[in-house]
């Protein structure tokens, strides 16, 4: 078995331990960073997703391999980190109102931090209200926000409008992401950019903050 074999059957099996020796044995052996988060940890929770759709996995099955796979991100954490000496901007990140999926916020966070963004993440079940007032206290150039349900894609809709009454809307950007969102819907609510996944985050908010 490969090592990225091991990383996703660890992923799949909600084995934590063996997740990060997975990953650590990928990366000893030469594998790319990206290669092991996309074919092995990423590939293994979109499989989760699959299992879970199709009733044979429920909630305890897909939190367990949510935590393998933090596991084996915690570890490839420093590896993914792109570096750049020059500071591009702040950026504050959470996952929106109702919404406790943040592994693709945290990988957002971990490669904008890799490129160089100041991050402030708010962590999950973010209400429009702290959005703002976080706008207000840390003066961000770009706000990111993240749903990964249907049902929580309306407060990203919620949080513009938020901006708009509090009069901040003009001072920062608005990105979002998650698997459910759309470029059609960034447009439709007003945000201005979408991206599906993190390193096109990165280039996202670097053309949003004008830094090439
Ligand atoms: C793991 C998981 C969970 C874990 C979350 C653990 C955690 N700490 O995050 C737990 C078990 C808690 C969970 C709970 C639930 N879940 Co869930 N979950 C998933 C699962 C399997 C994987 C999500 C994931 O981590 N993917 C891996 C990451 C890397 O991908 P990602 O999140 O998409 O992020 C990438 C991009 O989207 C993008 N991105 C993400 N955020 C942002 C932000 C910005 C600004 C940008 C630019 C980009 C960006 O970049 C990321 C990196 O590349 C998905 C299935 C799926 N295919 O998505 C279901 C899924 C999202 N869950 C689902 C459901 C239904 C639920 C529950 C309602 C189940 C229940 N009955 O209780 C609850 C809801 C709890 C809540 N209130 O949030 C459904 C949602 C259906 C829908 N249409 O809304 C899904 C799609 C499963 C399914 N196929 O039915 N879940």
Redesign the pocket.
């Known amino acids: 078995m490969s090592n990225l074999e091991a990383i996703y059957n660890a992923v799949l099996d909600g084995n934590a331990p063996g997740a990060e020796a997975g990953v650590k044995a990928a990366l000893a052996a030469g594998a790319p960073a990206e290669t092991v988060?996309k074919d092995g940890?990423?590939a293994a929770?979109?499989e989760?997703?699959?299992?879970?759709?199709e009733n044979e996995?429920?909630?305890?099955?897909?939190?367990v391999?949510?935590?393998a796979?933090?596991a084996g991100l915690a570890y490839l954490k420093p590896h993914l980190a792109e570096g750049s000496a020059t500071p591009a901007g702040k950026v504050v990140?959470g996952?929106v109102k109702?919404?406790?999926?943040?592994?693709?916020?945290?990988?957002?966070a971990m490669?904008l931090e890799g490129s160089g963004f100041q991050v402030i993440d708010l962590g999950?079940?973010v209400t429009p209200e702290k959005f703002v007032n976080a706008v207000k206290e840390h003066k961000p150039q770009v706000?990111?926000?993240?749903?990964?349900?249907?049902?929580?894609?309306p407060s990203m809709s919620g949080t513009v409008k938020a901006l708009t009454e509090a009069g901040l809307r003009g001072q920062v950007k608005v990105?979002?992401?998650?698997?459910?969102?759309t470029d059609a819907f960034a447009r439709q609510i007003g945000a201005d950019?979408?991206?599906?996944?993190?390193?096109?985050?990165v280039r996202?908010?670097r053309s949003l903050v004008g830094v090439r």
């Open positions: 988060l940890l990423i929770m979109a989760v997703g699959r299992l879970f759709e996995y429920f909630v305890p099955e897909m939190l391999s949510a935590r796979m933090k990140v996952t109702g919404d406790l999926h943040d592994i693709g916020k945290n990988l957002v490669m999950t079940d706000i990111g926000m993240s749903a990964l349900l249907t049902t929580t894609m990105m979002i992401g998650g698997a459910p969102v950019g979408y991206s599906p996944d993190a390193s096109s985050a996202l908010a």
